[in-house]
């Protein structure tokens, strides 16, 4: 059964730095493009990064260039997302997409 699980979502003051992790299960991950999205409530749910299934190739939004980074361990099934210079603006559900397939989200808030 194909499983997207994320984790790492907190609350950090701005500057902060967070890793979030997708774990996936029921396909094999270097097969697929993987993607992080982020949500705010009201909002429409917008790409952050993407990573590309056989060279690893990457994909950031304008405003999270040079501070967030997307990564990936085959071995462990996982990919990361290494978020630095966190900005109150960069508060939201995070959510692991593959194709049409999603996490449940994992919620980051950046507050003082």
């Known amino acids: 059964q194909l499983q997207l699980v994320e984790s790492g979502g907190d609350l950090v003051q701005p500057g902060g730095s967070l890793r979030l992790s997708c774990a996936a299960s029921g396909f094999m991950l270097d097969s697929y493009h993987i993607g992080w999205f982020r949500q705010v409530p009201g909002q429409e749910r917008e790409g952050v990064a993407c990573i590309g299934k056989s060279d690893d190739s990457a994909y950031y939004l304008d405003s999270v260039k040079g501070r967030f980074a997307i990564s990936r361990d085959n071995a462990k099934k996982t990919v990361y997302l290494q978020m630095n210079n966190l900005q109150t603006e960069d508060t939201a559900v995070y959510l692991c997409?593959?194709?049409?397939?999603w996490g449940q989200g994992t919620q980051v808030t950046v507050s003082s």
């Open positions: 997409n593959r194709g049409t397939d």
